[in-house]
């Protein structure tokens, strides 16, 4: 079992900087790759960026760019630095890790955490 627990959103100014965090407890060793996923009002959820147990990264082309995800596995911590924010970037952003498939491939998600990028 894994638990997720996202922080650091809030309301920022377009053109902003925020960073939001997700602390992992659990069966932390259980964990393979990691990623942020957001949900805008009236959408569908979409993929933001993942980070590999080894630090590879993959981005989605609407934030490549502006946003840098990273991982501390020292703290059971990944991190979404988000710079240049859009006003399209408001929506609530999700924390997920992946479970190595000799611990099953389980999906795992964090309650989410609000970001609000005004005008």
């Known amino acids: 079992q894994v638990q997720l627990v996202e922080s650091g959103g809030g309301l920022v100014q377009a053109g902003g900087s925020l960073r939001l965090s997700c602390a992992a407890s659990g069966s932390i060793v259980s964990i393979n790759d990691m990623g942020w996923y957001r949900q805008a009002p009236g959408k569908q959820r979409e993929l933001v960026a993942t980070?590999?147990?080894?630090?590879?990264?993959i981005y989605a082309d609407s934030v490549k760019g502006r946003f840098t995800i990273s991982r501390d596995n020292a703290k059971n911590t990944m991190y979404l630095q988000m710079n240049s924010l859009k006003l399209e970037d408001t929506a609530v952003y999700y924390c997920n890790a992946q479970t190595h498939p000799r611990w099953g491939g389980m999906d795992y998600w964090g309650r989410g955490t609000l970001v609000t990028v005004s005008s």
């Open positions: 980070v590999t147990s080894d630090g590879i990264t």
